[in-house]
């Protein structure tokens, strides 16, 4: 017999992910409670895991970076709470406003769980590193950077994946659980990018000062950034040819999307749990 | 007997078959037809819209109108946040005068194109709808519009805040279009082949009404333009005049 507190019967309940659980969840009244639980798990596995990725640059870095990332995580949601809502209701899923809000902390708090069991592993990894400037020290950022960006698509893969089956469960859909990740999915990428942009430094580069945000923050986007950057290295031969590969690619990948949503449609979801009658 | 005086009846209801297809429940409104309560329906409920229109009340096309009127407003007026001064006010206004008239001069053609499609429907019911289209593409342009606004912060480039404005009106477009025609095929619509084509021509205008009101982003000496230019024309020159050398490297 369990002995958990609600709180750590709620955390068990989110890294275990099953979707009939989670969407019975869901269907509950929100409670105080059942936010402060999420809301609570993103800052404590973000801020722990963002005190590891700053903490090679300085201490003082590892401190801003474990209030930025919660921040980040919040700000997402902010901006895109109201056409993530509009989206659930038009795509199928099912869900209300407040419930696609308490689905997308839901998934970010699986997000922040697995980061957050990482916190101590980067930061003994850190401890154990040469510091700035010290030899080896390049080599060994190439390596933590790489680590990192791994970690992050990883526990990103595993939110996402658990979002689509609550969302599938909840809806009884296969193709809406589809859409309506996707339409998600890609907001949330979308802005969080520019957002990241704003809010850096995260990893902080050693070769720039230690600084909660980089001297005029609002100046350029990440689009233009990144566009900027591809636009220097391929030069200027090179660029009609590779905006074309771009697009045919991003076509590609949108055309296999919308194949597997058109195999999935009219499939019901089929829970591995079925709810006792 | 003059029988021209007597018009074929309106279909009253639409078959199960179809309203399932198009993913619509044909039910009475919940509750009284209250702001929130239509833009509800708009968003989760759309058959119930469908059963307004059939009753004929006015309250659902009018809720429907100052929900448009709203979103547009809001929205226009984030848009105009990217260049402040007059454009706070004028990029609103241009831009929701801007999709009346769309409107007004797409009508017309909306519904022969239907009936074309072979839909039997009055001239109130497809009003409705197309007003219901408007409504959602509105709506969902208002969800954008903290997007727009984060970004139009951030940037100078009216190039790339055009492209996503643009982005965000066809992916509005395209959820009011997937409303138009579920909704006519609801209705009683045959096919919905000749709907696609006027879907495309209003896409064009709203375009074009984009142009012809310039300027929506950026600013301008005159409130409207003195010269007349395409849209793809005018695109292209800004596409040209954004594509400047510049190479930002962020700072991680």
Same mark, same amino acid.
């Given at each position: 017999?369990?002995?958990d507190?609600?709180?750590?019967? !709620?955390?068990? %309940? =989110?890294?275990?992910g099953?979707p009939e +659980?989670l *969407? @019975? ?7 105080r409670?059942t936010?402060l ?16 990725l700053g ?10 970076v474990?209030?930025?990332m919660?921040l980040?995580i ?10 993530n ?8 899923s099912?869900?209300s406003?407040?419930?696609t809000v308490v689905?997308?902390?839901?998934s970010?708090?699986?997000f ?23 030899p080896?020290?390049?080599e060994w950022? !190439?390596i933590? %950077? =790489? ?5 992050? +698509?990883? *526990? @990103? ?9 609550l ?10 659980g589809w ?6 999915l ?5 802005v969080g990018?520019?957002l ?8 902080g580069?050693?070769e720039?000062p230690v600084?909660?945000?980089?001297p005029?923050?609002?100046e350029?986007?990440?689009?233009e950034?990144?566009?900027?950057m591809l ?8 660029q ?11 076509a590609?990948?949108m055309?296999a ?6 195999k999935?449609a009219g499939?019901?979801?089929?829970p591995?749990?079925?709810?006792p009658? | ?6 018009p074929?009846?309106v279909?009253a ?22 702001l ?6 708009l968003?989760?409920?759309p058959?119930?819209l469908?059963?307004?229109f ?12 100052l929900?448009a009127?709203i979103s ?5 007026v984030?848009?105009?946040t990217f ?10 206004l ?7 008239v ?7 053609s909306l ?11 009055r001239v109130h019911?497809i ?5 219901g ?8 342009l208002?969800g954008?519009?903290p ?5 139009s ?8 805040i055009?492209f ?13 279009a997937?409303?138009?025609?579920g909704a006519?095929s609801?209705?009683g ?8 084509i ?6 064009i205008v709203?375009f074009?009404?984009?142009t012809?009101?310039?300027?929506l ?5 005159t ?6 230019k ?6 292209m ?14 700072s991680?």
């Amino acid at each position: 017999m369990s002995h958990d507190s609600p709180h750590l019967a !709620r955390l068990r %309940l =989110l890294a275990r992910g099953e979707p009939e +659980a989670l *969407a @019975g969840w869901l269907r509950q009244t929100l409670t105080r409670e059942t936010l402060l639980t999420l809301i609570v798990t993103i800052i404590a596995g973000c801020a722990l895991y963002g005190f590891g990725l700053g903490l090679w640059r300085a201490p003082l870095q590892g401190v801003f970076v474990a209030v930025k990332m919660p921040l980040l995580i919040f700000l997402t949601l902010l901006v895109n709470g109201l056409i993530n809502g509009m989206l659930g209701l038009l795509l199928g899923s099912g869900m209300s406003f407040r419930q696609t809000v308490v689905a997308c902390l839901m998934s970010f708090a699986i997000f922040s769980l697995i980061v957050g069991s990482f916190s101590p592993l980067i930061i003994l990894w850190v401890l154990d590193s040469p510091p700035p400037g010290q030899p080896g020290g390049a080599e060994w950022y !190439r390596i933590f %950077l =790489l680590g990192n960006t791994a970690i992050i +698509a990883f *526990a @990103g893969i595993v939110a996402n994946h658990k979002l689509l089956g609550l969302i599938q469960a909840f809806s009884g859909d296969a193709a809406a659980g589809w859409r309506t990740l996707v339409a998600w999915l890609a907001g949330n990428l979308f802005v969080g990018a520019q957002l990241s942009y704003i809010l850096r430094p995260f990893f902080g580069n050693p070769e720039l000062p230690v600084q909660f945000l980089r001297p005029n923050p609002l100046e350029g986007n990440f689009y233009e950034a990144v566009w900027g950057m591809l636009r220097a290295s391929i030069g200027p031969d090179s660029q009609v040819p590779v905006t074309i590969l771009t697009i045919m690619l991003i076509a590609t990948a949108m055309a296999a999307i919308s194949n597997h949503m058109a195999k999935q449609a009219g499939k019901a979801f089929k829970p591995i749990h079925p709810p006792p009658p | 007997m003059n029988t021209e005086s007597t018009p074929p009846p309106v279909p009253a209801s639409s078959t199960p078959e179809a309203a399932k297809a198009a993913g619509m429940k044909i039910e009475p409104m919940q509750g009284p037809p209250t702001l929130p309560n239509v833009v509800e329906a708009l968003l989760k409920h759309p058959g119930r819209l469908l059963h307004a229109f059939q009753e004929g009340g006015k309250g659902v096309p009018v809720k429907l109108a100052l929900s448009a009127l709203i979103s547009l407003s809001v929205f226009g007026v984030l848009l105009g946040t990217f260049s402040g001064g007059t454009q706070l006010w004028a990029a609103p206004l241009k831009i929701t005068i801007g999709m009346l008239v769309a409107v007004l001069i797409c009508f017309p053609s909306l519904y022969i194109f239907s009936a074309l499609d072979g839909l039997n429907a009055r001239v109130h019911q497809i009003a409705s709808v197309l007003l219901g289209m408007v409504a959602l593409t509105a709506l969902l342009l208002l969800g954008f519009a903290p997007v727009i606004w984060v970004f139009s912060t951030s940037t100078d480039s009216l190039g790339f805040i055009g492209f996503l404005v643009l982005m965000f009106w066809i992916i509005g477009l395209f959820f009011g279009a997937r409303l138009l025609t579920g909704a006519a095929s609801v209705i009683g619509s045959e096919s919905s082949g000749y709907l696609k084509i006027w879907i495309a021509i209003f896409t064009i205008v709203t375009f074009q009404m984009s142009t012809s009101l310039r300027p929506l982003i950026g600013t301008s000496e005159t409130f409207l333009p003195t010269e007349k230019k395409f849209f793809l024309e005018h695109w292209m020159h800004h596409m040209d005049a954004d594509a400047t050398p510049a190479v930002r490297t962020p700072s991680r």
